[in-house]
């Protein structure tokens, strides 16, 4: 067993996940694993730049999962950086900044290199499911971008797209800094324009509608089944690998979208962080659904993250 940290620093949050792994045997045992809302991409579809207070949040994380390397004693760590920071002008200032906490580079990775990470942590433990029919669509939806992965035992074809809760949301329900509260029915056929379009450049080189199971990755399509099985707290363990119905996922998203930010709030399960963007990540997943006739969607807790940690070993 080797002990790595991995870190997936996303434009909404930040997680970090410490494991014991042998790649001999295919086993990853969760040391710690944890997620911090940091909302690093607070601006940056508009302005193009990181803002100040969004960095020192991501730094107050680092300086915190810094101290929880350091206890557990991992040998190895890799800090993956994904949408946000690849599209800032300034990310020479993250770099640094992490750089100093940690004591490692964060490698700003292409949304090729983001799909195969999300496959793999999604995929290597569904290995010998005969329930559940290959070729995958792995389908990571973040905060800045939504990541299409085909594959079998290994990625197939892979294409990452400008579509995520947050992107969406900041595009078009926020007005002089207030966000709709509910949306109208006009941005929310806005939202899903967008999505369609987006969907119509992952199928140029992704055959989505080849695929026979469907997983979904990332706080929206956990938080939805969290929301589908009336958890009274969020919890990974029922999470992982549930199942949630296309009809289930079409009544959570039209309730969401339709709801106030009081009404959301109320939600066991719901993350204070997600409250605002849920229902933009719901309609994506639902977009989805419906463009590839998938009656399902398999949800998993093992994402990029996990990936990450393979990677490391």
Sequence with gaps: MTRVAAVDCGTNSIR????????ATGELVDLDRRMTIVRLGQGVDRTGRLAPEALERTFAACRDYAEIIKK??????RFVATSASRDAENRDEFVRGVLDILGVEPEVITGDQEAEFSFTGATKELAGREDLARPYLVVDIGGGSTEFVVG?????????????????????LVHGGEISDPPTEE??????????????????????REARTLVGLAGSVTTVSAIAQDLPEYDSARIHHSRLSLARVREITDRLLHSTHAERATIPSMHPGRVDVIGA???????????IGAQEVVVSEHDILDGIAWSVA
């Design 16 to 23: 970090l996940l410490v494991a014991d792994v042998d790649p």
């Design 72 to 77: 557990h004693g991992a040998e190895r760590l």
């Design 152 to 172: 079998d035992d290994h990625v197939r074809a892979a294409r990452s797209v400008d579509v995520g809760c947050v992107r969406m949301t900041e595009r078009h």
């Design 187 to 208: 941005q929310i056929a806005a939202i899903r324009a967008d999505i369609e379009a987006a969907l119509d450049l992952a199928e140029r080189t992704v055959p989505l």
């Design 281 to 291: 990540g719901s309609l994506v997943l639902l977009a989805i659904m419906e463009r």
